[in-house]
């Protein structure tokens, strides 16, 4: 069954750290891979998605096949980065299945 | 993208009623799904509601307690039907504009029943 498992419920960082948050899939094909992200009181939005290979306020994130892993890393965490994230999946068109998400904190 | 509307945006519900949640997108959309996420716990898909036909649900999620319409491609409600405290969520309506796969939220209707 396709799957998303992201390890970390609560990740802390300080201001300035690099910050990597795992995602890990189980799926049957080619994946498509997104990262969402919903700051304090706002809605749900997208941050990045694999088949774009761009960088969106400084996040990155490389799928990996043989890892099974789309991580989403920055090399400098700043506040306004303290977030829910949560990774999916494109599931065959169908729908998307999302991951259990990360709560980033970044402290000042 | 798409901007989406839902309504109401937050309510306070009575144990044993019904409530219904409407979705309004600025533009027709290929897919339309609605998700809940409950207190502290990530998203779960209830359903795609599809133009013209019956809702496709997901495993646990049945048309008795989730009725959903979706009439044109601009708009789809969902009611939660016979609410209980279990019930208390946030429902979010999503769609697909088809165009990379992505998908676009709404921002939520909070309930919560008493």
């Known amino acids: 069954a396709q799957r998303v498992t992201q390890p970390e419920k609560l990740l802390s960082v300080f201001k300035g750290a690099p910050v990597e948050l795992k995602c890990n899939y189980s799926?049957?094909?080619?994946?498509?891979l997104f990262w969402y992200v919903q700051y304090s009181r706002q809605r749900l939005q997208l941050l990045l998605r694999h088949i774009s290979r761009e960088s969106i306020k400084g996040f990155t994130a490389d799928l990996n096949k043989g890892e099974t892993s789309f991580h989403l890393k920055k090399p400098f965490a700043q506040e306004e980065d303290s977030a829910m994230y949560y990774c999916?999946?494109?599931?065959?068109?169908?729908?998307?299945?999302f991951g259990p998400g990360t709560r980033l904190s970044v402290l000042p | 993208s798409a901007v989406i509307s839902q309504k109401p945006s937050r309510d306070i519900c009575q144990r044993g009623t019904s409530l219904t949640i409407q979705c309004q997108v600025d533009s027709q959309v290929t897919m339309m799904f609605w998700y809940r996420q409950q207190p502290g716990q990530s998203l779960t898909l209830i359903a795609t509601a599809n133009q013209g036909s019956e809702a496709t649900y997901e495993s646990g999620f049945v048309i008795d307690k989730f009725p959903i319409s979706r009439p044109n491609l601009t708009f789809s409600t969902l009611t939660v039907s016979n609410m209980s405290p279990e019930d208390s969520s946030i429902y979010l309506c999503?769609?697909?504009?088809?165009?990379?796969?992505?998908?676009?939220f709404g921002e939520g209707s909070w309930l919560t029943v008493v």
């Open positions: 999916a999946l494109d599931n065959y068109g169908q729908n998307f299945v």
């Open positions: 999503s769609v697909s504009t088809g165009s990379g796969n992505t998908i676009y």
């Open positions: 799926y049957s094909g080619s994946p498509e």
